[in-house]
């Protein structure tokens, strides 16, 4: 699977466990149509193996952990069961781990599908796939999305209560009274001791929504500039974007004098990462001209966008799922000999930038991954930031590169 896409579940049961070469805690967590737990009982882990249709099993560090949900005993008003997974060791990140949710009937262990979520680096903790109810049918999907925040920032996203451990007092003091005004927050329970955070003379952080890979954002608040690898979720007013965006992308020669000839793509693949086609300066228009490219640059002179791509979210074909927009040096330069590249996200109606990457190291490569757009199941894309340099001079050599990076 791939992330955002999903598949009926054949089985009433389902087993889902997840491995990778460190050990992990996995847990599981039943939520209502709001996206939260009805209480801390929701949350099943390896100290509270046992939930409404729900358990947990410890693979006891030889065997992957896994969470297993019988479908018919999921009591009514829980529509979605997400599978969680964090390195057992203690600030470890999954940077250099690649861990692989494996979905299976739990009556016979035949394998339904699996999930290596992509690109994975500071996140300590990630919702790896998630089982949910749809139209009276139950349906699984991959989703990968990372915290920085370890178990404690899904828990506290999702609802369930954290324990944040009080301040020692120092020897032979007595703490004043608080102030008249400042109410006094009534006590809360961990329910896993994992999840306690630190001590911190300060009120808890914020999640660092802007680290790579830390969460997602949305289009409510206007432009949004990305970092590397991080997602923006292309919904404004709780509305998915059904509509037509223009993908710009620029650049300017390093040297003055020297022309540089970059080619800007757009590769379409399906489901399971296959290729479907792909617009560039050879093939303007692809998928009944739901995707339509400007026309080839071939020095990069000029201000503004050298190359844009037009994409009619609303008229794409529902078997693609993902976009990756690349640009490739087809004279054979090499990046570092480029200046100023980016990629911007265009309304097309209105003209408004929505999002914008700007690449601001370059490697001495012939191709780059700006940016890719991937279908979630609800409707709506989510745009992350790449800057991923490969060797391609041609779009033909980009589509391997492109398709392992979805």
Same mark, same amino acid.
């Given at each position: 699977?791939?992330?955002?896409?999903?598949?009926?579940?054949?089985?009433?049961?389902?087993?889902?466990?997840?491995?990778?070469?460190?050990?992990?805690?996995?847990?599981?967590?039943?939520?209502?149509?709001?996206?939260?737990?009805?209480?801390?009982? #929701?949350?099943?882990?390896?100290?509270?193996?046992?939930?409404?249709?729900?358990?947990?099993?410890?693979?006891?560090?030889?065997?992957?952990?896994?969470?297993?949900?019988?479908?018919?005993?999921?009591?009514?008003?829980? !529509?979605?069961?997400? $599978?969680?997974?964090?390195?057992?060791?203690?600030?470890?990140?999954?940077? %250099?781990?690649?861990?692989?949710?494996?979905?299976?009937?739990?009556?016979?262990?035949?394998?339904? /599908?699996?999930?290596?979520?992509?690109?994975?680096?500071?996140?300590?903790?990630?919702?790896?796939? !998630?089982?949910?109810?749809?139209?009276?049918?139950?349906? +699984?999907?991959?989703?990968? =999305?990372?915290?920085?925040?370890?178990?404690?920032?899904?828990?506290?996203?999702?609802?369930?209560?954290? !324990?944040?451990?009080?301040?020692?007092?120092?020897?032979?003091?007595? +703490?004043?009274?608080?102030?008249?005004?400042?109410?006094?927050?009534?006590?809360? *329970?961990?329910? @896993?001791?994992?999840? /306690?955070?630190?001590? /911190?003379?300060?009120?808890?952080?914020?999640?660092?929504?802007?680290?790579?890979?830390?969460?997602?954002?949305?289009?409510?608040?206007? *432009?949004?500039?990305?970092?590397? &690898? =991080?997602?923006?979720?292309?919904?404004?007013? %709780?509305?998915?974007?059904?509509?037509?965006?223009?993908?710009?992308?620029?650049? !300017?020669?390093?040297?003055?004098?020297? #022309?540089?000839?970059? @080619?800007?793509?757009?590769?379409?693949?399906?489901? =399971?990462?296959? &290729?479907? #086609?792909?617009?560039?300066?050879?093939?303007?228009?692809?998928?009944? %001209?739901?995707?339509? &490219?400007?026309?080839?640059?071939?020095?990069?002179?000029?201000?503004?966008?050298?190359?844009?791509?037009? $994409?009619?979210?609303?008229?794409?074909?529902?078997?693609?799922?993902?976009?990756?927009?690349?640009?490739?040096?087809?004279?054979?330069?090499?990046?570092?000999?480029?200046?100023k590249a980016y990629c911007r996200l265009i309304d097309a109606a209105s003209g408004e930038e929505l999002v914008?990457? @700007?690449?601001?190291?370059?490697?001495?490569?012939?191709?780059?991954?700006?940016?890719?757009?991937?279908?979630?199941?609800?409707?709506?894309?989510?745009?992350?930031?790449?800057?991923?340099?490969?060797?391609?001079?041609?779009?033909?050599?980009? $589509?391997?590169?492109?398709?392992?990076?979805?």
């Amino acid at each position: 699977m791939t992330p955002g896409s999903n598949i009926p579940l054949a089985a009433a049961r389902v087993t889902v466990d997840v491995s990778a070469p460190v050990r992990l805690d996995v847990s599981g967590l039943l939520l209502t149509a709001d996206g939260k737990v009805r209480s801390d009982d #929701d949350f099943i882990f390896y100290n509270q193996p046992n939930g409404p249709g729900v358990s947990y099993r410890s693979g006891g560090g030889s065997a992957p952990d896994a969470i297993t949900v019988d479908t018919a005993a999921v009591p009514p008003g829980i !529509e979605k069961i997400v $599978v969680t997974a964090s390195p057992d060791a203690a600030g470890q990140s999954f940077q %250099g781990v690649e861990p692989t949710a494996t979905i299976r009937d739990a009556a016979d262990s035949s394998v339904l /599908a699996t999930f290596t979520p992509p690109q994975l680096g500071t996140e300590t903790a990630l919702v790896i796939v !998630e089982i949910y109810l749809r139209n009276g049918a139950w349906k +699984a999907r991959a989703v990968g =999305q990372g915290y920085a925040n370890g178990l404690a920032g899904i828990a506290t996203d999702f609802g369930v209560t954290v !324990e944040e451990p009080a301040p020692a007092a120092p020897p032979q003091q007595v +703490a004043p009274p608080p102030p008249a005004q400042a109410p006094v927050a009534p006590p809360v *329970r961990a329910v @896993d001791p994992r999840l /306690a955070a630190p001590p /911190a003379p300060a009120a808890p952080p914020a999640p660092p929504a802007a680290a790579p890979g830390a969460g997602k954002i949305n289009l409510d608040k206007g *432009r949004v500039s990305l970092q590397k &690898h =991080q997602t923006v979720s292309l919904v404004k007013g %709780g509305r998915p974007l059904l509509s037509q965006v223009k993908m710009g992308l620029g650049w !300017e020669p390093a040297y003055r004098g020297k #022309d540089i000839d970059l @080619d800007a793509s757009v590769i379409a693949f399906g489901p =399971q990462r296959n &290729h479907l #086609d792909s617009c560039y300066f050879g093939k303007l228009q692809i998928l009944g %001209g739901s995707i339509r &490219h400007s026309g080839d640059n071939l020095t990069g002179e000029g201000g503004g966008d050298d190359e844009v791509i037009t $994409v009619d979210l609303g008229r794409l074909p529902q078997e693609v799922s993902g976009l990756v927009f690349t640009v490739n040096s087809f004279s054979g330069q090499k990046f570092t000999e480029v200046a100023k590249a980016y990629c911007r996200l265009i309304d097309a109606a209105s003209g408004e930038e929505l999002v914008r990457f @700007d690449l601001t190291s370059a490697e001495p490569q012939t191709g780059v991954m700006m940016a890719k757009l991937i279908r979630q199941f609800s409707g709506e894309w989510e745009m992350t930031a790449m800057g991923d340099f490969v060797k391609g001079r041609t779009v033909r050599q980009m $589509v391997k590169p492109a398709g392992a990076s979805l």
